[in-house]
């Protein structure tokens, strides 16, 4: 098998477990690739040796591990380093010894988050908590490894396959009288699935190396978003708009995550759509047994 567009691969999903791994398995053995999914068990991206063992006889290797406790992180920076950029580095360093391209997953926390236009993909990295911090490590990292690699940043993930926004905020309206949610942070609700066939596509295409962006288009508040979940979960529960400083976390948040799409638009590879309509394609997978 080779990297050609439209023949069958040899992939490896890194971060099988998670909501977004699950959803690369599934996207790219639905594309025709022979895909193994491995979990933490199955691989510990800081062993630098285990990764170069692990890589071997694959054409494309997915990055999905990654430590995402962005609270945590904030006392626990070095753990989180060893798996987001130290691991990302060993991923890299692998795949590029193996003759496999990497695409390697990252995050809108790289970014400052005072913007109030779409951030390009080349704006500058100016991280404000240690999740952030050492996500932006590993993506140098892993362009410092191999120019190949294919950094896709993203944001406001949910799916059916994990804990996340969506899922929460429908069971709090089965339980509670009224919602009380952050409209001051604005973003791209960004369904896993659409990650994933983004990724395929990418891969397909035999884009260039560098730094894609792989959110829904369009932009909403966590509060909007939020009474669009509770209409679709059945709820009749009103969500209230407060402030994220009602919350006092330990990380800081980005008050605007909305990042912009030109790469894809300029290489001819079609966006993510809108937000409000992928969730409503989304909704009845990601709030299914709630």
Known sequence: MTRTQGVAQRW?????????????????????????????DGLDVTDAAAALAAVVGYDVVVSCAAWTAVDDAETHEAEAFAVNATGAANLARAAAAAGARLVHVS????????????????????????????KAAGEWAVRAETADAVVVRTAWLYGAGGRCFPRTIARAAGERDRLSVADDQTGQPTWTADL????????????????????????????????QVVAASGHPTPADATTSAAYQLPAPRPAYSVLGHDQLHELGVEPIGDWAERWDAAAPTVLAGL
């Open 12 to 40: 490896l999903v890194v971060g099988a477990a998670g909501m977004l791994g699950r959803d690369v398995v599934e996207a790219a053995a639905g594309a025709g690739h022979q895909v193994t999914g491995v979990g933490r």
């Open 107 to 134: 995050t809108d926390y790289v970014f400052d988050g005072d913007g109030t236009e779409p951030y390009p993909e080349d704006a500058p990295m100016s991280p404000r908590s240690a999740y952030g911090r050492t």
């Open 196 to 227: 994933a066939d983004l990724i395929v596509r990418l891969v397909a295409a035999r884009v260039p190396g560098g730094i894609y962006h792989g959110t829904s288009s369009g932009q909403v508040t966590w509060c909007g978003f939020a009474r």
